[in-house]
T-cell receptor, first 117, second 111 residues
Framework: GAVVSQHPSRVICKSGTSVKIECRSL??????MFWYRQFPKQSLMLMAT?????????EQGVEKDKFLINHASLTLSTLTVTSAHPEDSSFYIC?????????????FGDGTRLSIL | GQSLEQPSEVTAVEGAIVQINCTYQ??????LSWYQQHDGGAPTFLSY????GLEETGRFSSFLSRSDSYGYLLLQELQMKDSASYFC????????????FGGGTRVLVKP
């Protein structure tokens, strides 16, 4: 149980393109999902907390107009990288947990490798 | 904010034991988690400590000392497949299950 699916797994596109990444909880409902970015050989940096039915909460330094998050249902959150540029190239990973309690493990999607040419 | 320190890299041979230390600074500490990530893959949950002491899960164990703001992950009977990055992460009371990750420790297991 507790499977998180992320799609697409890889995107290669031209500078200026907007890219949408989907994160789905397949066998449970997730009122909260998290979006991370990871550069090569670095740690996971939390970008934002996606809240079902309300606005996302962004971490300091993350541009909310650049990284649009929508959490329209209890099983789906989307991250749209708008007008992507080469510096946005990274590994984007989402996660969700069965409940909002701190002792619940995060279940991660397989990640999306974004390459902007 | 929160900060976590862990060694950047550890090398060991098959069958050995490796201990990965993690020290943290945070207010409102709630728990310490450990995740494993193979190159190109997603992080997977290994262990969680909210109280002082040792949690054992098969070959992997995790320890926490809240008074020392310190924890460690112990990998026993190392196998080649254990070559991966290991991250400690803290959760704080005010943030539900939001995690802040350490920099990660790359473990390289040699034959």
């Amino acid at each position: 149980g507790a499977v998180v699916s992320q799609h697409p797994s890889r995107v290669i596109c031209k500078s200026g393109t907007s890219v949408k990444i989907e994160c789905r909880s397949l066998d449970f409902q997730a009122t909260t999902m998290f979006w991370y970015r990871q550069f090569p050989k670095q740690s996971l940096m939390l970008m934002a907390t996606s809240n079902e039915g309300s606005k996302a909460t962004y971490e300091q330094g993350v541009e909310k107009d650049k990284f649009l998050i929508n959490h329209a249902s209890l099983t789906l959150s989307t991250l749209t990288v708008t007008s992507a540029h080469p510096e946005d190239s990274s590994f984007y990973i989402c996660s969700a947990s069965l409940a909002s309690y701190s002792n619940q493990p995060q279940h991660f999607g397989d990640g999306t490798r974004l390459s902007i040419l | 904010g929160q900060s976590l320190e862990q060694p950047s890299e550890v090398t060991a041979v098959e069958g050995a034991i490796v201990q990965i230390n993690c020290t943290y600074q945070t207010s409102g500490f709630y728990g310490l988690s450990w995740y494993q990530q193979h190159d190109g893959g997603a992080p997977t949950f290994l262990s969680y400590n909210a109280l002082d002491g040792l949690e054992e899960t098969g070959r992997f164990s995790s320890f926490l000392s809240r008074s020392d703001s310190y924890g460690y992950l112990l990998l026993q009977e190392l196998q080649m497949k254990d070559s991966a990055s290991y991250f400690c992460a803290v959760s704080i009371k005010a943030a539900g299950n939001k995690l802040t990750f350490g920099g990660g420790t790359r473990v390289l297991v040699k034959p």
